[in-house]
């Protein structure tokens, strides 16, 4: 089991560029969502799933898209990048049925100059 | 509104020593759940403990144990016992409503706690 894994772990982008982080899971959880955490601030939730072909907003959904076509997947998209988008992106995954909360990837780190 | 309140951004802990991370939290909710994740400096998030709203016993998981005061709304962790790979932030979150409610958490500040050998 490969657990929550992302891609990439690092990247750099200019004011404007769109592009998007992957996150997969392979432990078959319904759930999935993301977070970026800043100084701070804790973790923010940005977009959630709760299964294939249904996701919603979260506190800080502006900036950012997401699709969940698969269990499997849950990309986050960047449309056009500021720099308050600087962040740590984190995505997790749990079961409909687990009350131990979530399962954490190990986060993409992005800035945006 | 603030829903969850870490009011010690840093702690300092003598190895072997106990330490309290405190955690306030607000909700109207009955049903909810608490959580403790622990972040070291590698950056991933580690969960440590879990505590449920009608849960009639503070939880506990080896050296750490939930301090679950219901009726001050607060869910302080305490680590016994410290050691040198304590040092880390930790982040208390809650769930609101019965249910998994969709993986949603929300997430308090943080606190940094530094072990001293």
């Known amino acids: 089991n490969a657990g929550v894994t992302q891609t990439p772990k690092f990247q750099v982008l200019k004011t404007g560029q769109s592009m998007t982080l992957q996150c997969a899971q392979d432990?078959?959880?319904?759930?999935m969502s993301w977070y970026r955490q800043d100084p701070g601030m804790g973790l923010r939730l940005i977009h959630y799933s709760v299964g294939a072909g249904i996701t919603d907003q979260g506190e800080v959904p502006n900036g950012y898209n997401v699709s969940r076509s698969t269990t499997e997947d849950f990309p986050l998209r960047l449309l056009s990048a500021a720099p308050s988008q600087t962040s740590v992106y984190f995505c997790?995954?749990?079961?409909?049925?687990?009350?131990?909360?979530?399962?954490f990837g190990p986060g993409t780190r992005l800035t945006v100059l | 509104a603030q829903k969850i309140t870490q009011t010690q951004p840093g702690m300092f802990v003598q190895e072997k020593e106990a330490v309290t991370l405190d955690c306030t939290y607000d909700?109207?909710?009955?049903?909810?759940?608490l959580f403790w994740y622990k972040q070291p400096s590698s950056g991933e998030m580690i969960f440590l403990i879990y505590q449920g709203s009608y849960d009639e016993q503070n939880a506990t998981e080896g050296r750490y144990s939930l301090n679950f005061q219901k009726a001050r709304k607060s869910a302080n962790l305490v680590i016994s016992a410290s050691q040198l790979g304590d040092s880390a932030m930790y982040f208390c979150a809650m769930r609101e409503g019965g249910g998994n409610q969709g993986g949603k958490l929300i997430f308090g500040q943080g606190t940094e706690l530094s072990v001293k050998p």
């Open positions: 432990m078959n959880h319904e759930y």
């Open positions: 997790a995954s749990t079961r409909r049925t687990d009350r131990l909360g979530l399962f």
């Open positions: 909700t109207s909710d009955q049903s909810y759940g």
